[in-house]
């Protein structure tokens, strides 16, 4: 299980790299969220968040790993941290649920939909709380450039997430 959470954090960290700028917004779009729903479902809550954990104090070190190609604890404490941290909490939630619903193999897809979701969640208030004290933005101006435009892509990133997670097992 070691060699498979360091596999989802090497992942992640190419997610990064796959990037779409917003021009509106902080954050850009990623896959580093497809990886963090695949960690989680499928390594569960110790493996997937330690693997999240891991891809973080790569981070924290100077390696390039943070989206963009960006390192360090300032990354952390700006305004895009939030959500580094929310995949932490994320993919370790993901794992509980997965672990709760294990034997529920009749519905998997959709289970792993709803908890992938879930997960979603977490990083979106993580990360857009975040923004919102860092930028010292309102609210309403916070969710408009930090989950709003968002939304779309994590659909279609947590309906592939479920379907690889309900049909590969580790």
């Not at 981070?59 to 895009?80: D, E, N």
């Not at 941290?81 to 998997?108: C, M, T, V």
């Not at 208030?125 to 968002?150: D, K, N, W, Y």
Request: proline share 5%; with cysteine; aromatic share 8%.
């Amino acid at each position: 299980m070691m060699v498979f959470a360091s596999l989802f954090a090497a992942l992640t960290a190419v997610g990064a790299y796959i990037q779409i700028p917003i021009p509106f917004s902080p954050v850009p779009v990623t896959l580093q969220v497809f990886f963090v729903l695949l960690a989680g479902s499928m390594l569960k809550s110790k493996w997937g968040s330690l693997s999240m954990i891991v891809y973080t104090l790569l981070g924290i070190a100077g390696l390039p790993v943070f989206a963009g190609g960006s390192s360090g604890i300032g990354v952390l404490l700006g305004p895009t941290g939030g959500y580094i941290i929310g995949f932490i909490l994320s993919a370790y939630i993901i794992g509980k649920l997965s672990e709760i619903n294990k034997n529920n193999a009749k519905s998997r897809l959709l289970i792993n939909a709803i908890n992938m979701s879930i997960g979603v969640l977490i990083i979106y208030v993580c990360g857009v709380s975040q923004l919102m004290l860092v930028a010292e933005l309102g609210p309403g101006t916070a969710l408009a450039l930090g989950a709003i435009p968002f939304l779309p892509g994590e659909i279609v990133k947590t309906a592939v997430a479920a379907y690889i997670a309900s049909t590969h097992e580790l």
